[in-house]
């Protein structure tokens, strides 16, 4: 599986911006879909997910701000961030769990940078 990003940028503090990513590749099941986020100096964190089923968990900081969600025709997830804030910034990776040959697979794409100024 393959997971390409798109949608990062610049923005300002308040503002908003909608990250999607796009699975491709062999595999038979998609089982969640996420997005993580690293600062600067600072370790990998959840942000967003939502499973197969359709259920979404959040991280503290951004429930209310932000939704997460899945287009299984498309193979596409999106991340609708609003009323961002300057610690929203850092790196946003995509993140796909799944099966393909029975073997479980966690895959990561290459990230987008998303920036908020104040």
């Known amino acids: 599986v393959q997971l390409i990003e798109s949608g990062g940028g610049l923005v300002q503090a308040g503002g908003s911006l909608r990250l999607s990513c796009v699975a491709s590749?062999?595999?038979?099941?998609?089982?969640?879909m996420g997005w993580y986020r690293q600062a600067p100096d600072m370790q990998r964190v959840l942000v967003a997910v939502?499973?197969?089923?359709?259920?979404?968990e959040y991280a503290d900081s951004v429930k209310g701000r932000f939704t997460i969600s899945r287009d299984n025709a498309e193979n596409t997830v999106y991340l609708q961030m609003s009323s961002l804030k300057t610690e929203d910034t850092g790196v946003y990776y995509c993140?796909?769990?799944?099966?393909?040959?029975?073997?479980?697979?966690?895959?990561w794409g290459q990230g987008t940078q998303v920036t908020v100024s104040s």
């Open positions: 993140n796909a769990q799944g099966d393909y040959g029975r073997v479980l697979y966690d895959t």
């Open positions: 590749g062999n595999y038979d099941s998609i089982n969640s």
């Open positions: 939502v499973v197969s089923g359709g259920s979404t």
